[in-house]
């Protein structure tokens, strides 16, 4: 059977790659220790379980509207003004499956075949995909990790063509853990108002995941906010990646637009979930803040065992819960039997040498780094590291 072309556009996420192969290694009875995934390793709180379980016990069972139930939209309205001082109206809201699914309706809605994205180095897996998905073309920004894997304002003015639909970027951001300042921002915004057809697309999922204060959004400049869309979603501040519900803000054209699209691939997102969300968003959120003094101590120490490795580069991350190192040291080293020669063979060594899965800095578009997460119990986090020490130490 003939496949459709499609395929051939975009490649399975290495996030997920690694996921699979270590999942093969347990089921030959091996021990391998997770850090390549970007799952908070907590369970839902109760007081959002309790939400859900009270949804199904009243029958919130049927199709729900497209763009989610009103009152949902409704609280994140709530949670914008809250949390970071924006003003929106249910009509800017679209709530998905997933922030993955958001942002997937986005491109779609914005890109046409030979519009440029630009995307700053490095970025999540997906962004790069899903914009050769719509037949648009990646442009790429490369960062440098001296200034912490975030680009300037020069560095944006000098990638604007005038095929450029749209910039895509995250902070705090997956994989390096950067985040920008509200002046970093502003000076962005400078460039954006020269540019006034270019979209601006923040994914701010890890917006409560933040070791330097409070997250600061583009969206909060008046004058291009109606050129920004956010894209944020539950799975990482509340624990809720199964849950799968996400949600964008933005103008109503742009808003109405995925409203269409998501309407032909999976209609509303799941009932339960929504109900469930409400809380999430408008009631107590001291366990997010529990999460993420977990996820401070497990930052310090990560930091702390990797100083003991020699020749791994690495700056310490500001938000989100992975480290991002480069791991060039280690290119022409050898066990006897494994040359390491890119990022990806450092990788594949790790796991059937120590046991331990990360992620190639390929699919992050930074070839020479690994992304490895902290969002594992503390003993985990001691014990792959020890294990990786280990294994590094046989390359000579």
Not at 368 to 379: P, Q, T
Request: glycine share 6%; net charge negative.
């Amino acid at each position: 059977m003939q496949l459709s072309s499609l395929l051939q556009r975009f490649n399975e996420p290495e996030t997920l790659k690694m996921a699979k192969l270590g999942r093969e290694l347990r089921a030959k009875g091996i021990d391998v220790i997770d850090l390549s995934l970007g799952e908070p390793d907590f369970d839902t709180p109760d007081h959002i379980k309790n939400a859900a379980i009270k949804a199904i016990d009243n029958n919130w069972s049927h199709y729900t509207p497209v763009a989610g139930y009103m009152d949902l939209r409704e609280a994140v309205c709530t949670k914008f003004k809250r949390d970071n001082n924006l003003d929106y109206k249910p009509e800017n809201i679209v709530v998905s499956t997933g922030a993955k699914q958001s942002l997937a309706n986005l491109i779609l809605a914005l890109v046409d075949k030979g519009d440029e994205v630009i995307i700053p180095t490095p970025y999540w897996v997906t962004y790069s995909e899903l914009v050769k998905l719509a037949e648009g073309k990646v442009v790429e920004i490369r960062s440098k990790a001296e200034n912490d894997f975030k680009i300037s304002a020069d560095d944006l003015e000098k990638v604007i063509t005038p095929r450029t639909k749209a910039f895509l970027f995250s902070s705090p951001c997956n994989p390096s853990g950067s985040v920008y300042s509200q002046d970093e921002l502003s000076k962005l915004a400078d460039v954006f108002r020269k540019h006034p057809d270019v979209a601006i697309i923040s994914d701010e999922i890890y917006e409560y995941i933040n070791f330097v204060g409070k997250n600061e959004s583009i969206a909060q400049f008046d004058d291009i906010k109606d050129r920004v869309i956010i894209v944020n979603g539950l799975s990482k501040g509340f624990a809720m990646t199964g849950w799968r519900l996400g949600y964008i803000a933005a103008n109503p054209e742009i808003a109405k637009a995925t409203e269409k699209i998501q309407g032909q691939f999976t209609s509303g997102t799941n009932s339960i979930a929504q109900r469930a969300a409400i809380n999430a968003l408008t009631e107590d959120l001291e366990p997010s803040y529990r999460m993420v003094e977990q996820f401070t101590a497990r930052r310090k120490k990560v930091m702390e065992l990797v100083k003991e490795i020699p020749g791994i580069k690495c700056f310490e991350p500001q938000g989100a819960f992975y480290i991002f190192p480069d791991v060039t040291y280690y290119y022409g080293k050898s066990d006897g039997t494994t040359t390491i020669t890119n990022a990806n063979d450092f990788c594949m060594y790790l796991l059937n040498t120590a046991h331990v899965s990360s992620v190639m800095g390929d699919a992050f578009g930074e070839p020479d780094c690994v992304r490895f997460s902290f969002a594992n119990s503390m003993e985990n986090i001691e014990k792959g590291w020890a294990r990786i020490k280990v294994a590094l130490a046989k390359l000579k």
